[in-house]
Structure formats: structure tokens, C-alpha cells
């Protein structure tokens, strides 16, 4: 006989369609009966970290997670740790230059061997553009082509990318468009990798953190980055990009965005992917906005972040074996589950990806963004 806890697990599920050791590639098997009671007090935290210890499986792990995301059982079953992460990250900044600091050393710096192996020919780490792309490799070019044409570069003028990661955007940028560029990230195992990749060009790669940015710029763009910055550091960092944003220049804003205005993000997320982390939403984005940018333009092609990270893991399953041993079963399965929430969130449009063209003053005549 089941206990009550387990009945109430296994009828929030079949409210998802979900039936544990049903016939469909999104039923789950579970291995450990504990599964239940800690999902249950636990939520999305409890569900990821009981992954991570095999008490459970399933054949289409990212099909599974749509299907309580669509349900809403993120919503349903919160569990402790998510208002406790709430009322921190209320009552205190959790994105100050020495918190900063923590999601470079725990994810950027994991190491370049299993980045290399699943990001492809360019090492971005961020959303391609799929919308005439037949590949990963196509789809990043086409998003590093597509930011360098938004921002209308020409040969001459001084970039600034807010975040850089391995340099392969100024890299792009310096090539391809002839600008001098200047890249800062937090990460230690980036700065080296950048600079290496960007030797013999225009570019300076500096481990710095964009409020000690003091200096002008014709363009700024900043990729994946703004993730990390926070809600109690939106201003802070319109405000500086302001600062070093020459009269007629103009910045894109490339960023995960959630639907909704928050102040945390999901506990497992922040506890093994990217602590500290946090989603802007379009309102928090545009008051941060405020009375220091005209928005020009706001384009946003979400769905292909699934087509991305599916191509990710492809990569990064077909590489597994070759990656270094430190990589063992436990950061297999909290990858695999990772990349596979990601595909979820967006597959089910809970969060989205914007690019947004900002100008000091407005664009005379009108800006007109390429796509």
C-alpha cells in the first residue's frame, strides 16, 4: 500500500500526463522510493539532486520536464529552499563584485575541455541564430554576424563586450568588421583562453567587473552576460553603460528573459549551474532603462535556444568518453539534467531570448534592425 505522500507525488504526475513506469518516453522509472518525499519537500531542488543520484530515470528527460513545466508543477511544488533563496535575495545583493566573482570560478573556469567539446567551432555560449542556419556552427556565425550588423560596425571603431567569454565575439568583430575591442569577463580560465585566441588583433582582454569600467566606447554590446547582473544591479549597469556609451553609440543587449519579474532564481539552478544567477524580466529591463536609453528595438527568438542546447548535448554526449576523468557520473547526470531543464523552459516559452538595441538619445530618423 502507498503511502500518502507517494499518492500525492504520483497524482500531481498524472495531472502532467505522467505515469511513473507508464509506456511513454516521458514516464519516469523510479529507482528509490525516497524519490517521492523529497521531491515533494524539496521541489525542483529534490528533483534535480535526486537525478544526480540515480533514484530515478527516464527516456526523454527534457520531454518529462516540459511536461510539469506545462502543468505548472514548478508553481505547484515549491519546496523550502525556494523561499528561503526568495527572502535573500530581497533583503540583500546577492550580485556584489565578491559574489560576482563565485559563478566565474564554479562554472566558467569548470574547464575548457568540456566547453570546447560541447559548443562547437565557436565557443559561444549563448543562443544561436537558427533562422536560415542548417547547423550549431551556422547558427552561432550567423548570431555573431547578426549583433556586429545591429550595431552597424565599421573599421575604426572601439567595441566593448560586457562579459566577453572566450573572446570569439571580438574575435569575429576585429576580423570581420575591422574594430578594436575591448573585452572583460570574470573568469580567470576565459581571460586566458581570450587572449590567446585574440592574439595579434586589436583586442584587450581584462579580468574586470563592468562597474570598474570608467572609459568611451563607440559601441557595447554584452552576450549572455546580463544573467548574472541582478535585479539590484539593473541600474547599476545601464548606468555604466551609459557611462562609456559615446553620444551616437549604440549597445545590444543579448539576455535570457523571463516572463515574469523576479528577485531569485530556481534553487537547483543556483545551487549547481550558475549561483547567484537571476532572469530580467521586460519590466525590470526597460525601468532599469529609464531616463538613460531610448529602446530602439526589441527582438526575441526564444525557441531557438531549444534548437541550441539540443545541439549541445548531442556534442557533448558524443565527446563524453574523451573529457577529463574529474567529469564522473554524479556531473554527468547534473549536466544532462541541466541542459535538458534548459530545453524545457524554453520549449514551453517560460523564458525567452531578446536582443535589445539601446542609444544614449534616440537614433535621428528612426533605427531600422536588421534580422
Known amino acids: 500500500m502507498?503511502?500518502?505522500?507517494?499518492?500525492?507525488?504520483?497524482?500531481?504526475?498524472?495531472?502532467?500526463?505522467?505515469?511513473?513506469?507508464?509506456?511513454?518516453?516521458?514516464?519516469?522509472?523510479?529507482?528509490?522510493?525516497?524519490?517521492?518525499?523529497?521531491v515533494l519537500s524539496q521541489g525542483s531542488l529534490g528533483l534535480g539532486e535526486s537525478y544526480m543520484d540515480g533514484w530515478w530515470d527516464v527516456g526523454s528527460?527534457?520531454?518529462?520536464?516540459?511536461?510539469?513545466?506545462?502543468?505548472?508543477?514548478?508553481?505547484?511544488?515549491?519546496?523550502?529552499?525556494?523561499?528561503?533563496?526568495?527572502?535573500?535575495?530581497r533583503w540583500f545583493n546577492l550580485q556584489t563584485r565578491r559574489r560576482s566573482r563565485e559563478v566565474g570560478r564554479r562554472h566558467y573556469d569548470l574547464g575548457n575541455d568540456l566547453y570546447q567539446a560541447m559548443l562547437g567551432k565557436w565557443l559561444?555560449?549563448?543562443?544561436?541564430?537558427?533562422r536560415d542556419a542548417g547547423d550549431l556552427d551556422a547558427a552561432q556565425e550567423a548570431k555573431l554576424d547578426l549583433a556586429c550588423r545591429k550595431l552597424g560596425l565599421r573599421p575604426g571603431m572601439r567595441l566593448l563586450d560586457v562579459g566577453c567569454g572566450w573572446g570569439e565575439t571580438l574575435k569575429f568583430a576585429a576580423e570581420r568588421y575591422g574594430v578594436a575591442g575591448v573585452g572583460i569577463t570574470i573568469s580567470q580560465e576565459q581571460a586566458a583562453f581570450a587572449r590567446e585566441l585574440c592574439k595579434g588583433l586589436p583586442v584587450e582582454i581584462r579580468l574586470q567587473d563592468y562597474r570598474d569600467v570608467d572609459e568611451r566606447f563607440d559601441r557595447i554590446l554584452s552576450i549572455g552576460m546580463f544573467e548574472h547582473v541582478g535585479h539590484a544591479n539593473y541600474a547599476t549597469f545601464m548606468e555604466g553603460v551609459r557611462r562609456c556609451l559615446s553620444a551616437d553609440?549604440?549597445?545590444?543587449?543579448?539576455?535570457?528573459?523571463?516572463?515574469?519579474?523576479?528577485?531569485a532564481t530556481d534553487p537547483w539552478i543556483a545551487r549547481y549551474i550558475f549561483p547567484n544567477s537571476m532572469l530580467p524580466s521586460a519590466a525590470q529591463i526597460a525601468a532599469a532603462a529609464e531616463g538613460r536609453f531610448v529602446i530602439e528595438d526589441w527582438h526575441n527568438f526564444g525557441t531557438d535556444y531549444d534548437r541550441t542546447l539540443q545541439a549541445w548535448r548531442a556534442n557533448?554526449?558524443?565527446a563524453?568518453?574523451?573529457?577529463?576523468?574529474?567529469?564522473?557520473?554524479?556531473?554527468?547526470?547534473?549536466?544532462?539534467?541541466?541542459?535538458?531543464?534548459s530545453m524545457?523552459?524554453?520549449?514551453?516559452?517560460?523564458?525567452?531570448?531578446?536582443?535589445?538595441?539601446?542609444?544614449?538619445?534616440?537614433?535621428?530618423?528612426?533605427?531600422?534592425a536588421p534580422r
Open 344 to 368: 524545457a523552459t524554453f520549449r514551453t516559452r517560460k523564458a525567452q531570448l531578446w536582443q535589445i538595441m539601446l542609444s544614449p538619445g534616440g537614433v535621428p530618423g528612426g533605427y531600422v
Open 124 to 130: 559561444v555560449y549563448s543562443c544561436g541564430y537558427w
Open 316 to 318: 557533448v554526449e558524443a
Open 61 to 89: 528527460l527534457d520531454g518529462f520536464i516540459a511536461r510539469l513545466m506545462k502543468a505548472r508543477l514548478d508553481r505547484r511544488v515549491r519546496g523550502w529552499q525556494a523561499a528561503v533563496d526568495h527572502l535573500r535575495a
Open 320 to 341: 563524453w568518453d574523451g573529457l577529463d576523468a574529474r567529469y564522473d557520473e554524479r556531473f554527468r547526470r547534473m549536466w544532462r539534467f541541466y541542459l535538458a531543464g
Open 2 to 38: 502507498s503511502s500518502p505522500i507517494k499518492r500525492k507525488v504520483l497524482g500531481l504526475l498524472a495531472g502532467a500526463g505522467v505515469q511513473v513506469d507508464g509506456p511513454n518516453e516521458t514516464d519516469p522509472r523510479i529507482h528509490d522510493e525516497r524519490f517521492y518525499a523529497r
Open 249 to 263: 553609440g549604440l549597445c545590444l543587449l543579448h539576455t535570457i528573459g523571463s516572463n515574469e519579474s523576479r528577485r
